[in-house]
């Protein structure tokens, strides 16, 4: 038996403190925005010249936009509109998707085709969000339209029909051709906001570890940011923090599951390296 060791106890006062901080300041800026209070939202040079994800994941302006985009074609199974998902995320800018023909189902040379035009037009076709490794080599596009979600597709009937986890569902993504842990979370979390009503029995207990989320677990408990840990302890650091985050923002993680937690986590750290002066981040912001 595999004995995990707790590291959520090894959580740092100060840096526990840090990430509330930026969640304060992050919710401030949005409830500001959203009653279109004028510029600047916030006192802090950082939090004011930078772009950030919110505390919950959904209340992005894409993830948002997304959602509203789905729902626009209701009653599809989880299986047939698997590729729907993973192509709004690898996409992620909405200008694109609106020329696309919902893909559920997926015909891949019609979206291959309109993408390529764009393309060719000079248009932007994907934000820099989320990075295509080019590993599968080739142009970006047909990367993702024929390597990556074309072969989802076709074995679409062996995915989750039902799933009870989040768990589950990612780990039939994850290690497909192109689909890391993180990207296979992203698709994850959005297919759980899809089918609000399913059990998702593990959305307060389990997330999946990104690299940013790493370094920002490695921060809470005093790490080097480039250490590894096994995902078990990795996830025990992220519990922990969504529980004392609970404790001392009660109102804003009433809100949140715990891939809120590790989205957090990425932009904890984020804030960290600037505050720290340990490197630039290019999303600037100028309101």
Not at 88 to 110: D, F, K, Q, V
């Amino acid at each position: 038996m595999t004995i995990i060791k707790r590291r959520g106890d090894r959580i740092l006062p100060e840096q526990l403190d840090l990430m509330c901080y930026w969640i304060k300041e992050r919710e401030s800026i949005r409830l500001q925005r959203e009653d279109e209070k004028p510029p600047p939202w916030s006192s802090d040079p950082i939090m004011a010249g930078y772009r950030w994800c919110n505390a919950r994941r959904m209340d992005d302006k894409v993830s948002r936009w997304l959602l509203g985009w789905h729902l626009l074609h209701p009653g599809i199974s989880v299986q047939n509109r698997l590729c729907a998902v993973m192509l709004g995320r690898l996409i992620n800018w909405p200008e694109t998707l609106s020329i696309l023909p919902y893909p559920a189902p997926y015909e891949e040379s019609t979206i291959s085709d309109l993408l390529l035009a764009r393309k060719a037009r000079g248009e932007k076709v994907f934000t820099g969000a989320y990075i295509v490794n080019g590993a599968l080599r080739g142009d970006k596009i047909l990367q993702v339209t024929r390597k990556i979600i074309a072969p989802i597709w076709k074995m679409r009937r062996l995915s989750p029909s039902a799933p009870h986890t989040m768990r589950q569902m990612w780990e039939w993504l994850n290690g497909k051709p192109g689909i890391g842990s993180f990207m296979a979370g992203q698709v994850t979390a959005d297919i759980r906001y899809l089918y609000y009503d399913m059990p998702w029995e593990d959305k307060l207990t389990w997330a999946p570890q990104g690299p940013g989320s790493l370094r920002g677990v490695n921060r809470l408990i005093g790490q080097p940011t480039n250490a590894r840990l096994p995902y078990g302890e990795w996830l025990d650091v992220v519990g922990a923090a969504y529980r004392l985050g609970a404790r001392r923002l009660p109102v804003t993680y009433a809100r949140l599951e715990l891939m809120d937690q590790q989205n957090i986590l990425c932009e904890y750290d984020k804030y960290s390296r600037l505050l720290r002066g340990e490197g630039t981040v290019r999303a600037r912001y100028s309101a």
